[in-house]
């Protein structure tokens, strides 16, 4: 096909190399009756999508850019047409073994490596794309943080808002989700489980105790402690007691990981 430069997109979870039809020129895809013209940043991240089968919503979000770049006519059944043609033009290759020292620059001379953001594309130079890659190949933890910060900072400094209700953390964070697809790389939410510590637990569990010590002392107040009627404190109490005994399991969870 003309215009190809062998670019490609290594999927680190999956270890598969999709070979990418746009390059110099963009690739053309059927949506609906039409042809349309894709680019290979987004031919990227579709890629990503569509062949690492653990984004959830990929079609919801395959759907949305479609409709908002090309045809807003687009229907279930146009999209799907499109995901199996897309599936069915890809050369896609089995690796052994893969690193993020593995991940290909997509960004060019001319037009850098646009992120796409639905409608919109956040465009940064190929040597930004370079350095954010180099600085997730060393810490891949912080992967998305380090991203978040720079979107944020990029789109203040160019004065750049693609969707101003969002907010720009949102924006951030979604550019942030979006260059990690387009180079295949998988970032889970590791930090966020983090940040659940012994000590939030513990705190928890003291929320939880403080809520039933209200519950008892109003209810021997009012009498309710008294016959029958103090089942119906314990059942109002009970989601504090199954809260405790979660976070008990948790607690000793986190400690048998922190053994290993």
Same mark, same amino acid.
């Given at each position: ?98 690193? %993020?020292? &593995?991940? =290909? /620059?997509?960004?060019?001379? !001319? ?5 796409? @953001?639905? #409608?919109?594309?956040? +465009? ?50 979604? %550019?942030? &989700?979006? =260059? /990690?697809?387009?180079?295949? !790389? ?5 930090? @966020?489980? #983090?940040?659940?510590? +012994? ?62």
């Amino acid at each position: 096909m003309k215009g190809i430069n062998h670019k490609y997109i290594i999927l680190q979870r999956r270890k598969l190399k999709i070979f990418l039809n746009a390059g110099s020129e963009p690739w053309e895809a059927p949506i609906g009756n039409k042809w349309y013209q894709i680019d290979v940043w987004l031919e990227s991240l579709f890629a990503s999508w569509i062949f690492d089968y653990g984004y959830v919503g990929y079609i919801g979000d395959i759907t949305s850019y479609l409709a908002d770049r090309y045809n807003k006519g687009v229907t279930p059944v146009h999209v799907q047409h499109f995901i199996d043609y897309f599936k069915a033009s890809h050369k896609v290759e089995k690796l052994d073994d893969c690193s %993020l020292k &593995d991940v =290909f /620059l997509l960004g060019d001379d !001319i037009e850098g490596c646009p992120v796409p @953001i639905y #409608k919109y594309d956040c +465009a940064i130079t190929k040597e930004d794309e370079q350095m954010l890659l180099g600085k997730i190949q060393n810490n891949q933890a912080t992967a998305k943080k380090i991203l978040e910060d720079f979107f944020s900072m990029h789109m203040i400094r160019f004065n750049q808002s693609y969707y101003p209700k969002w907010g720009d953390r949102m924006e951030a964070k979604y %550019l942030a &989700d979006n =260059f /990690l697809a387009m180079h295949g !790389i998988r970032v889970r939410d590791n930090q @966020i489980q #983090k940040k659940t510590t +012994a000590g939030d637990l513990w705190i928890t569990a003291l929320v939880c105790c403080i809520m039933v010590t209200l519950i008892f002392t109003v209810a021997n107040l009012c009498g309710l402690l008294n016959g029958w009627t103090k089942w119906i404190v314990f059942f109002i109490a009970s989601p504090c007691y199954f809260i405790m005994l979660n976070t008990s399991l948790k607690y000793s969870t986190t400690r048998k990981s922190k053994k290993k």
